[in-house]
């Protein structure tokens, strides 16, 4: 069974400053998934990445892929308010539609 | 485009009752998947549907939940005879192709808060 773990699950930080969030899963798997979930609202799509290797940028933020330690990270640059919110990652396995996600973590940028 | 359109946002149910959750996909996505989250949590997999087929439903509980996509109108996510414990969010998203094989990005809908008194 597919099994996603995100630490930190909680996470204060001051605005201007750099944090990582680490995407740990257990199997192998073909995609990976970054989500960012406002209190009470909808899932926004942020990054899914493919291939090992894969970096992709946003703003502030930045999402790589290492498909060999079955790791990905979600990297803040100069963390502003503006980026307080749930961030979930999410793999799936080969041909699966289904998505298993991380029990996400909560970041709280602090002024 | 309107995105995913869920409703209700918020239902209120008495244990016993039957809970109906309408999802309308984006305008020419024919593939919705429906997920459940409990407080504090992720969101975990329920079904997996295309228009007027249900593909996937590993992630349903055996008993009183069931899932529709009919071929006109939006998909329901039923629940009869809720209890305490069904009370989460529940979210519903589409794509216009499978994801799996498209590399496609899921859209999600604003998810229906369901609370049982």
């Known amino acids: 069974e597919l099994k996603v773990e995100q630490n930190p699950l909680f996470l204060s930080m001051q605005e201007g400053k750099n944090y990582t969030i680490y995407c740990n899963y257990s199997?192998?798997?073909?995609?990976l998934y970054w989500y960012r979930q406002d209190p009470g609202k909808s899932l926004e799509s942020l990054f899914v990445l493919l291939s090992n290797g894969a970096v992709k940028q946003e703003g502030r933020l930045m999402a790589s892929l290492d498909t060999k330690a079955r790791l990905s990270t979600l990297h803040i640059t100069a963390a502003v308010h503006d980026l307080s919110a749930t961030y979930f990652c999410a793999v799936s396995n080969f041909g699966n539609e289904k998505l298993t996600f991380g029990t996400g973590t909560r970041l709280t940028i602090i002024p | 485009n309107a995105g995913v359109m869920q409703n209700p946002r918020h239902l209120v149910r008495r244990r016993g009752q039957e809970a109906r959750l309408r999802c309308s996909p984006m305008k020419g996505h024919s593939h919705v998947y429906w997920y459940r989250q409990l407080p504090e949590e992720g969101l975990k997999f329920m079904v997996y549907?295309?228009?007027?087929?249900?593909?996937?439903e590993s992630g349903m509980p055996k008993e009183r939940f069931s899932a529709e996509f009919p071929k006109e109108g939006p998909s329901i996510l039923r629940i009869q005879q809720v209890v305490r414990g069904d009370s989460a969010a529940y979210f519903c998203?589409?794509?216009?192709?499978?994801?799996?094989?498209?590399?496609?990005?899921?859209?999600f809908g604003s998810g229906t808060q369901l609370s049982v008194l």
């Open positions: 998203a589409s794509s216009p192709f499978p994801v799996a094989s498209t590399n496609e990005k899921l859209f």
């Open positions: 199997t192998t798997s073909d995609r």
């Open positions: 549907l295309q228009k007027e087929n249900i593909i996937d």
